[in-house]
Antibody, heavy 121, light 108 residues
Framework: QVQLVQSGAEVKKPGSSVKVSCKAS????????ISWVRQAPGQGLEWIGGIIPIFGTINYPQKFQDRVTITADESTSTAYMDLSSLRSEDTAVYYC??????????????WGQGTLVTVSS | DIQLTQSPSSLSASVGDRVTITCRAS??????VNWYQQKAGQAPKLLVSAASILQRGVPSRFSGGGGSGTDFTLTISSLQPEDVGTYSCQQSYTSPLTFGGGTKVEIK
């Protein structure tokens, strides 16, 4: 199981960008993947993209395709999530997560501690 | 995108009660569903993978079921105070991965 530690809380203006980091120990992204999941206040979990080894390349939901960039640097075991054109609805806790596959299912069994991103003018 | 609909959205039950949460997929997803528990202020924790595989260390009162390919259940056989939290299902049948809206479990 991978251990994940995320960067600290951010406060951003509407229209700006935010970059959140996630440092991994105990495993490689190519094997355990790395995804980003967010949770708006009082809302459910939402996958915003990631590297899922059983799917191949980096995947993004269409909703975020134009605004999210996920990168992973194996040399430093650090992944990044860059979200641009921020709006108030992007205020949420952002988690990085990694996992594995069993019986064809991809699951997340390691989670970062979460990073609160607040978008406010 | 595959939609996952959980029911109920919230429930209140007594200690010792049997509790069942349902997750219905908008199309067949075989057994490609996982269940998570999230306590207030914490990250989600994986409980069950591939519909019915209990994760190591998870109490045996938790179980996952469902074989129709669209309807899945998470059952707590005897609810305990430490089970308070929100439970969410997640599918990985196809990208984008999606989660259910969550079921909030409280003690009566």
């Amino acid at each position: 199981q991978v251990q994940l530690v995320q960067s600290g809380a951010e406060v951003k203006k509407p229209g700006s960008s935010v970059k959140v980091s996630c440092k991994a120990s105990g495993g490689s992204f190519s094997k355990f993947g790395i995804s980003w999941v967010r949770q708006a206040p009082g809302q459910g979990l939402e996958w915003i993209g990631g590297i899922i080894p059983i799917f191949g390349t980096i995947n993004y939901p269409q909703k975020f395709q134009d605004r999210v960039t996920i990168t992973a640097d194996e040399s430093t075991s650090t992944a990044y999530m860059d979200l641009s054109s921020l709006r108030s609805e992007d205020t949420a806790v952002y988690y990085c997560a990694s996992g594995g596959a069993v019986a064809g299912t991809w699951y997340f069994d390691s989670w970062g501690q979460g990073t609160l991103v607040t978008v406010s003018s | 995108d595959i939609q996952l609909t959980q029911s109920p959205s919230s429930l209140s039950a007594s200690v010792g009660d049997r509790v069942t949460i349902t997750c219905r997929a908008s199309q067949r997803i075989n057994s490609y569903v996982n269940w998570y528990q999230q306590k207030a202020g914490q990250a989600p924790k994986l409980l069950v993978s591939a519909a019915s595989i209990l994760q190591r260390g998870v109490p045996s009162r938790f179980s996952g079921g469902g074989g129709s390919g669209t309807d899945f259940t998470l059952t707590i056989s005897s609810l305990q105070p430490e089970d308070v939290g929100t439970y969410s299902c997640q599918q990985s049948y196809t990208s984008p991965l999606t989660f259910g809206g969550g079921t909030k479990v409280e003690i009566k």
